[in-house]
């Protein structure tokens, strides 16, 4: 029998605090992002939502799991996609295997029925990435991902795509354009002026429509918050 890695699976679980401390002031924060995202919806809903960050290990991914959360805890069917085919993490944060998901979904392998897991949380699914693929960027700009993209936006209120860090890989460039809004998550004392800046100027090549910066792990009153700035 094959052993649980339970040390990951904690580990990411622990990075889930909306669920396991909903009444924490980062939890207040992350519901703070997703009221300020709501109402920069001036023309049409932003039922899309691509978080991305300008380098690795600045906290996208679990700022992504965590505004999925406070989507679905308002009553919105979520689905939460592990769209970083390079370094998918969403699986360990949810404690799910990763043998089948976007790739193959995108590669025609499986249906969307087959391909989404439920979670505990009672509106919100996950689809993981799938085996990782030599062609990433391909695949997200793939018509099979506009296919996708169509097929999901009938079923759910809200998909929120974790994506790769902007400046590693094109693959969020790609991905941007196609989706209603971007958040940008910046690492506080880590993420450089200059990095950012490029980060911004490369999703506004890509015609992103950037929401704003959430900035992450700024201590403030001895309590690590989550800021949310718009770009406007």
Excluded: W
């Amino acid at each position: 029998m094959a052993k649980k890695n339970t040390n990951a699976s904690q580990s990411g679980r622990r990075k889930l605090i909306t669920k396991l401390n909903p009444k924490s002031p980062i939890s207040e924060q992350y519901r703070t992002i997703r009221t300020n995202i709501q109402f920069s919806a001036v023309d049409e809903e932003i039922r899309t939502l691509m978080v991305t960050s300008s380098g690795p290990s600045e906290g996208k991914s679990t700022t992504a799991a965590n505004l999925a959360v406070v989507f679905a805890q308002q009553g919105k069917k979520v689905l939460l996609v592990d769209a970083d085919l390079r370094k998918p993490t969403v699986h360990y944060t949810f404690g799910m295997v990763n043998t089948q998901g976007l790739t193959n979904l995108l590669t025609r392998q499986i249906s969307l029925q087959e391909a989404v897991k439920t979670t505990d949380i009672e509106t919100l699914n996950i689809l993981t990435s799938g085996p990782i693929p030599p062609n990433p960027a391909e695949l997200l700009s793939s018509k099979g991902m506009q296919t996708f993209l169509s097929a999901v936006k009938e079923e759910f209120d809200m998909i929120v795509f974790d994506t790769p860090p902007v400046l590693a890989v094109t693959d969020a460039q790609v991905l941007a354009n196609q989706c209603d809004g971007t958040v940008l998550v910046v690492y506080s004392g880590k993420t450089e002026i200059e990095s950012i800046q490029k980060t911004k100027d490369l999703l506004n090549a890509a015609k992103a429509k950037l929401l704003g910066v959430v900035l992450n792990n700024k201590k403030m009153d001895k309590t690590d918050y989550y800021y949310y700035y718009g770009t406007k």
